[in-house]
């Protein structure tokens, strides 16, 4: 049984409703680039957080090939997000090397019991819990 989100009773910016009736909960190119420009990643030489350099969706596309991963579900720039994600917080970590990189974008894009829109949702729900505006009519 599919079930309605419980966010579509929230209020919400004319310009964020604008942006969620022509893309959905779905990173376009400029929602997705403003979430990698907050992304970060601890220099373990520093002990600082410093911005990651992000993989493009050229770059994406080529990990992914090389790799032999063909993603099932994927809208837009949702995909290009993940990577980026996954390079700021899990790179080199629980994600040791590229080919595993490669797994955990095929992993979240094509995850059965994920709704439609996951990895938005879930962006969305950290900038919120952090306190983090979002332009909205920047990224329509």
Not at 76 to 90: E, Q, S, T
Request: net charge negative; proline share 4%.
């Amino acid at each position: 049984m599919k079930r309605e989100s419980l966010d579509m009773y929230d209020d919400r910016p004319r310009e964020m409703t604008a942006y969620l009736r022509n893309y959905g909960w779905h990173f376009n190119k400029k929602l997705c680039e403003f979430a990698i420009s907050k992304m970060k990643r601890l220099n373990p030489s520093t002990g600082k957080k410093e911005r990651i350099e992000p993989l493009t969706r050229d770059i994406v596309d080529e990990i992914l090939s090389k790799y032999n991963i063909k993603l099932n579900n994927n809208i837009l720039y949702d995909y290009v997000y993940v990577a980026n994600m996954c390079k700021a917080d899990l790179y080199k970590s629980s994600v040791p090397d590229e080919q595993h990189l490669a797994l955990y974008i095929k992993d979240t894009i094509d995850d059965i019991d994920a709704p439609d829109g996951t990895a938005m949702r879930r962006w969305y729900a950290t900038m919120i819990a952090g306190g983090e505006p979002i332009e909205w009519d920047d990224v329509l």
